[in-house]
């Protein structure tokens, strides 16, 4: 009798993993692009926070290159015009753009997005966020600092969302609207030095979540779907790396997140070896995830202060 079930229960477990991986290979390797669904109206805009560099300047050109008009955000009115040319430049779509500190709060968000009121933004991608990286631990902080770090990363997105959300209810009565928070693997791993950033990206998780069943469950659905981005490193200013296949360059990244966009999962990793790392921090004992995270965040270190010297 035991040796039956035992068997019956492996095999479900082997067919279970099969499947898994056979939609792990498809899902990177073969699955085509979902995005034209939110480019099927006339006139389509996506919103891109923190787009003067890095992957949101990155996710912005692919996706003008896409064919959306953009609405780009950023600190530095200078920086942030000089992008909007180089976009200019590339295509003939509409490029607009507004400025706020996210690190900073008390915006008025509805007078932010006044400007923009009439325009049909069918993608929302809120990438704007990060961490100091100084190396030090919650009490070498101050209580601005702090609440900086919440306002940059959380706080920002989730007033700007609040503020977007009827006008993106109103444009989903025409065909899907999504919105996207960049995430961090460190919300999963909660590395040295980290834990700030960590937490508030694991706070964009379940917001995603949460958010997501706001519009599909609680009263008739809007069509405003929401959707959770895991990243692991890429080689930007703030994380100057090497690029290698764990540590794409922003525009190779960018390229990535933009062919996954829409693609029906609530929380992934756009990187494919983002997503073997995060699902072996999932099988192997905390306590080796938990070294191996603070030996990359050394070399996280490393590397800033090679670039610093450089500079
Ligand atoms: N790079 C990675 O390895 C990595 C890993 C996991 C998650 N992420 C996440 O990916 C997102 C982008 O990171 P990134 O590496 O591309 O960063 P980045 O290269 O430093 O670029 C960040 C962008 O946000 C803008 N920005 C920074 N602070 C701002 C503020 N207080 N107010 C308004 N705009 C601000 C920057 O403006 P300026 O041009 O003026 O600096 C720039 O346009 C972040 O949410 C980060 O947490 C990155």
């Excluded at 909007?84 to 968000?109: P, Q």
């Excluded at 981005?229 to 090497?242: I, R």
Aim: net charge positive; aromatic share 10%.
């Amino acid at each position: 009798m035991l040796f039956p079930l035992v068997f019956l229960v492996g095999a479900i477990v082997v067919a279970n993993q099969t499947f898994r991986f056979l939609e792990f290979l498809w899902f990177y390797l073969f699955r085509s692009s979902s995005v034209q669904k939110y480019l099927r109206r006339p006139a389509p805009y996506a919103i891109v926070t923190g787009a003067s560099d890095g992957i949101g300047k990155a996710v912005a050109q692919e996706l003008f290159a896409k064919g959306f008009n953009l609405i780009i955000h950023g600190r530095n009115e200078e920086k942030v015009r000089r992008v909007v040319d180089e976009l200019k430049a590339r295509g003939s779509g509409d490029v607009r753009y507004f400025i706020a500190d996210a690190a900073k709060s008390g915006h008025d968000f509805t007078q932010l997005l006044k400007p923009f009121a009439d325009l049909s933004v069918t993608l929302v991608v809120h990438n704007v966020g990060g961490t100091s990286l100084t190396g030090g631990r919650i009490d070498e902080f101050s209580d601005e600092e702090l609440a900086g770090f919440i306002a940059w990363n959380d706080l920002f997105p989730l007033l700007l969302t609040r503020a977007l959300l009827p006008n993106l209810r109103t444009t989903a009565k025409d065909g899907p609207v999504l919105v996207q928070f960049i995430g961090s693997q460190a919300a999963e791993a909660s590395p040295p030095t980290m834990s700030v950033y960590a937490a508030t990206k694991a706070f964009l998780a379940a917001l995603t979540r949460g958010l997501d069943n706001d519009e599909r469950l609680w009263g008739t659905p809007s069509g405003v779907a929401f959707e959770y981005l895991a990243v692991g490193s890429v080689a930007t200013n703030s994380n100057p790396q090497n690029v290698s296949r764990t540590a794409p360059a922003p525009e190779e990244f960018g390229r990535a997140l933009v062919g996954k966009i829409g693609c029906g999962r609530r929380r992934y990793a756009p990187w494919m070896m983002h997503a073997i790392m995060g699902w072996a921090a999932g099988v192997l004992p905390e306590g080796l995830v938990d070294q191996s995270a603070a030996w990359m965040v050394k070399k996280v270190y490393e590397g800033r202060q090679k670039s610093a010297k450089k500079a």
